[in-house]
């Protein structure tokens, strides 16, 4: 009797244990939100210009301006999107 009412302590136990850890490593591991534009799709005339930002910076975190089209759209370091004529 006494060892079905020790097996049956450590398994309460046990399961308390695992409920307690499962729940706060659930808690800690929240992820950080990625960086991403405010715009996904912007359309200029060209000479028109566009100021664009980035969304859930870290700090002291840099972004690279560039595009892939020079010929179409230039970016500035202060991420103003400009259309050239084509």
């Known amino acids: 009797m ?8 450590w398994c ?3 399961a308390a244990a695992l409920v307690v850890t499962s729940t ?3 808690m800690l591991a ?3 939100k990625a960086p ?4 996904k799709t912007i359309t200029l005339r060209a ?3 566009k100021q664009l930002k980035v969304k859930n910076l870290k700090k002291k975190q840099k972004v690279k301006w560039k595009s892939s089209k020079k010929k179409i759209a ?3 370091k202060k991420e103003l999107v400009r259309a ?3």
Request: aromatic share 0%; glycine share 6%.
């Open 2 to 9: 006494k060892k079905k009412s020790c097996t049956r302590a």
């Open 12 to 14: 309460g136990v046990l």
């Open 24 to 26: 706060s490593s659930v």
């Open 30 to 32: 929240e992820a950080a």
């Open 36 to 39: 991403k534009l405010n715009k």
């Open 47 to 49: 000479g028109a210009k």
């Open 74 to 76: 230039t970016v500035s």
């Open 84 to 86: 050239k004529k084509i």
